[in-house]
């Protein structure tokens, strides 16, 4: 092997590896991140049943994509605070414990999925009651200094009369507030039958006539739901409005060590960047005195043209 080659190969692995240097962020010393810690559990309660596919959202949205965009905005309004989601159809589960990682509550509101069609067993708006109280007696036990919310997102519609009745006013003495959110309208709109709801299966059959069937949102049913838990009810037609929703729950906020701290007080990636750039400007002067050199060689001479 020539020392010309040697030093192109030595030059193309430098490359290499101060590339994989620039990514890895090499420094030394730590410096902490200081995140700000609130004192608020927010437990979002919201139905997954399929007439939150309903295409009467904003316009022609589904309902649990206007739900979906306002629980994030939610969580960016309330930075610090523990949320969690529980979820309801045809029977209610935790989907999420309470947590202060932000980012794993926008993951469960995002990965969220409703019946099926033929999955569920009819509508009851206050089917979540009875798990919904255990949960916040239990984050008042482990917690007792901190202050609970809840946010019911849904829209209404009780579509069975079975079972026993449940009143929310059963966990009214547990938490300090939040808000009742409800989406849909009264006229009530079709409802896709794909996982996408796009409506490109069409959409949910009425069984009885075999039209396509229509779900009512029932606002009066959400100002009960609201009433029992004494917390303000809204209408949702339109994206916006969770800043004022955030302020109003009043989070109280106290300097916090987090779990992020940045990867070194002293960076020393620009230092690698900048040898990384010397290579690189090297093999492109390399790379640029081979074309020119083949250049020539390929150019025919004078005499060779007769």
Same mark, same amino acid.
């Given at each position: 092997?020539?020392?010309?080659?040697?030093?192109?190969?030595?030059?193309?692995?430098?490359?290499?590896?101060l590339?994989v240097?620039?990514?890895?962020?090499p420094g030394?010393?730590?410096?902490d991140?200081p995140?700000?810690?609130?004192?608020?559990?927010?437990?979002?309660?919201?139905?997954?049943t399929?007439?939150?596919?309903?295409?009467?959202?904003?316009?022609?949205e589904?309902r649990i994509?206007g739900?979906?965009?306002?629980l994030?905005?939610l969580?960016g309004?309330?930075?610090?605070?523990?949320?969690?989601?529980?979820a309801?159809?045809?029977d209610a589960?935790?989907v999420?414990?309470?947590?202060?990682?932000?980012?794993?509550?926008?993951?469960?509101?995002e990965?969220l999925?409703?019946?099926r069609p033929?999955?569920?067993v009819?509508s009851?708006a206050?089917?979540?009651?009875?798990?919904?109280s255990?949960?916040? !007696? *239990?984050? $008042? #036990?482990?917690?007792?200094?901190?202050?609970?919310l %809840?946010?019911?997102? =849904?829209?209404?519609?009780d579509?069975t009369?079975?079972g026993?009745?449940?009143?929310?006013?059963?966990?009214?003495?547990?938490?300090?507030?939040?808000?009742?959110?409800?989406?849909g309208s009264?006229?009530?709109?079709p409802?896709?039958?794909?996982?996408?709801?796009?409506g490109?299966l069409?959409?949910?059959?009425?069984?009885?006539?075999?039209?396509d069937?229509?779900?009512?949102a029932?606002?009066?049913?959400?100002?009960r739901?609201?009433e029992e838990?004494?917390v303000?009810?809204e209408?949702?037609?339109?994206p916006?409005g969770?800043?004022?929703?955030?302020e109003?729950?009043?989070a109280?906020?106290?300097?916090?060590?987090?779990?992020r !701290? *940045?990867? $070194? #007080?002293?960076?020393?990636?620009?230092?690698?960047? %900048?040898?990384?750039? =010397?290579?690189?400007?090297?093999?492109?002067?390399?790379?640029?005195?081979?074309?020119?050199?083949?250049?020539?060689?390929?150019?025919?001479?004078?005499g060779?043209?007769?």
């Amino acid at each position: 092997m020539s020392r010309t080659t040697a030093l192109v190969l030595a030059r193309r692995l430098g490359i290499v590896l101060l590339f994989v240097v620039v990514l890895l962020r090499p420094g030394f010393g730590r410096a902490d991140v200081p995140t700000q810690v609130a004192d608020i559990d927010v437990v979002v309660v919201i139905d997954r049943t399929r007439s939150m596919a309903a295409l009467d959202h904003h316009g022609h949205e589904p309902r649990i994509t206007g739900a979906k965009a306002d629980l994030a905005a939610l969580a960016g309004a309330l930075p610090g605070a523990r949320f969690a989601m529980l979820a309801f159809g045809t029977d209610a589960r935790v989907v999420l414990p309470l947590t202060a990682d932000t980012a794993a509550f926008e993951a469960a509101v995002e990965t969220l999925y409703l019946e099926r069609p033929k999955d569920g067993v009819g509508s009851r708006a206050d089917r979540p009651v009875p798990e919904l109280s255990a949960m916040l !007696e *239990r984050a $008042a #036990e482990k917690s007792p200094e901190r202050r609970r919310l %809840v946010v019911y997102v =849904g829209d209404g519609e009780d579509t069975t009369s079975g079972g026993e009745d449940q009143s929310y006013a059963d966990v009214d003495e547990l938490i300090a507030g939040g808000a009742v959110l409800g989406y849909g309208s009264t006229a009530g709109a079709p409802m896709p039958q794909d996982d996408d709801l796009d409506g490109s299966l069409g959409y949910v059959q009425d069984p009885e006539t075999g039209d396509d069937a229509v779900s009512r949102a029932d606002p009066d049913n959400l100002e009960r739901i609201a009433e029992e838990l004494d917390v303000p009810f809204e209408r949702r037609t339109a994206p916006g409005g969770m800043e004022e929703l955030a302020e109003s729950f009043r989070a109280s906020y106290t300097d916090g060590q987090g779990s992020r !701290e *940045r990867p $070194a #007080e002293h960076d020393l990636t620009w230092l690698a960047a %900048v040898l990384l750039l =010397g290579l690189l400007l090297g093999e492109l002067h390399a790379g640029w005195r081979a074309v020119w050199g083949s250049r020539h060689v390929l150019t025919p001479r004078r005499g060779d043209m007769r």
